[in-house]
């Protein structure tokens, strides 16, 4: 069964510095992988997308990712945090298997950006 | 076009009462879904309709959740007897087709907050 995993519920940087927000993920096919964004009191908006393409995958705002099958890993980075940027970023992969419906949402990583 | 459309935004009922919240997927969607969002919680899955029926409803805490969809567009989530439990924001999101491949992705509504008090 498909699952993921983002190591920490709660980054914060520096308005200007590099963001990581890490996931992994474990999953029996060739998973698509994507990243979601939630601001304040409104739904989730897709980042990117990965779909066994290119392995570096560029959305929306800066930032990319990059699937790294041999660490299982699909990190969302971006070169420089802006304020706007403060959110809440769930990872999620698609299950092939038919369980809820498809997608598997990480537990989410609250990003906080200081000035 | 029009995005996903959740009512009301927010939602205060006394423990014991039933709700409905509605979602209005966007034109064409078939498949839809349901998540829950508790405070410092990731999403939990309720439910999935393709179309008008509900492959899977694996997702739903409890018999005192149900959900229906009609004409494969307007889902309405019920939650009868409502427990201070069931606090959270409850949201609702549309594909094109089922999420096989990331061809896709999905569009949310901004959520219905629910508050029993």
């Known amino acids: 069964a498909q699952s993921v995993t983002q190591l920490d519920s709660h980054v914060s940087v520096s308005e200007g510095t590099p963001v990581l927000l890490r996931c992994n993920y474990s999953?029996?096919?060739?998973?698509?992988l994507f990243w979601y964004v939630q601001h304040p009191n409104k739904g989730l908006q897709l980042l990117l997308k990965?779909?066994?393409?290119?392995?570096l995958v560029k959305g929306i705002n800066g930032f990319e990712a990059e699937f790294k099958k041999s660490e299982t890993s699909f990190h969302l980075t971006k070169p420089s945090a802006h304020m706007s940027d403060a959110a809440e970023y769930f990872c999620?992969?698609?299950?092939?298997?038919?369980?809820?419906?498809?997608?598997?949402f990480g537990k989410g990583t609250k990003l906080s950006v200081k000035p | 076009g029009a995005g996903v459309s959740q009512s009301p935004s927010n939602k205060v009922t006394e423990k014991g009462k039933d709700v409905e919240l509605r979602c209005d997927p966007i034109?064409?969607?078939?498949?839809l879904y349901w998540y829950r969002q508790s405070l410092g919680q990731g999403l939990e899955f309720l439910i999935y309709?393709?179309?008008?029926?509900?492959?899977?409803k694996s997702g739903l805490p409890s018999d005192r959740f149900s959900a229906e969809r009609t004409g494969g567009s307007v889902s309405t989530l019920t939650i009868q007897r409502t427990q201070q439990e069931d606090s959270a924001v409850y949201l609702c999101?549309?594909?094109?087709?089922?999420?096989?491949?990331?061809?896709?992705?999905?569009?949310f509504g901004n959520g219905t907050r629910l508050t029993v008090t």
């Open positions: 034109s064409g969607h078939t498949a």
């Open positions: 999101a549309s594909s094109l087709e089922r999420v096989i491949g990331g061809n896709s992705p999905l569009h």
């Open positions: 309709f393709q179309g008008n029926s509900a492959p899977d």
């Open positions: 999953s029996s096919y060739s998973p698509s």
């Open positions: 999620v992969v698609s299950d092939y298997g038919g369980s809820q419906g498809n997608l598997i």
């Open positions: 990965y779909t066994s393409a290119a392995t």
